[in-house]
């Protein structure tokens, strides 16, 4: 289980106010691979999500079944994924 970074946690609040908690505690429980990056994966998930809850929902199923595919879709696939993270979500 990955805790959901402080700057992931307050776009998921941004984009889903009173529904955020459900979300983070969604990319809270959510499987990671040892050699996956948490933050990037979550970020991901948020990203291709679009602030729309359904798309959340949508994106977090894909995170588990095909997260490379979901990296991708997010644009987090490339060298650059923590340049565009930082760009999207502020400093760590």
């Given at each position: 289980?990955?805790?959901?970074?402080d700057r992931v946690r307050?776009r998921?609040h941004e984009?889903?106010?009173?529904?955020s908690s459900?979300?983070?505690?969604a990319?809270?429980?959510?499987?990671?691979?040892?050699?996956?990056?948490a933050?990037?994966?979550?970020?991901?998930?948020?990203?291709?999500?679009?602030?729309h809850a359904?798309?959340?929902?949508?994106a977090?199923?894909?995170?588990?079944?095909?997260?490379?595919?979901l990296?991708?879709?997010a644009?987090?696939?490339?060298?650059?994924?923590?340049?565009?993270v930082r760009?999207?979500?502020?400093?760590?």
């Amino acid at each position: 289980m990955a805790i959901v970074s402080d700057r992931v946690r307050e776009r998921i609040h941004e984009d889903f106010g009173a529904s955020s908690s459900r979300m983070v505690s969604a990319l809270e429980r959510l499987h990671i691979e040892g050699h996956t990056d948490a933050d990037r994966l979550h970020a991901a998930v948020v990203i291709a999500s679009r602030g729309h809850a359904q798309m959340f929902d949508d994106a977090l199923e894909h995170a588990a079944s095909d997260w490379r595919d979901l990296l991708d879709r997010a644009g987090l696939a490339d060298s650059e994924w923590e340049h565009q993270v930082r760009e999207t979500f502020g400093p760590a």
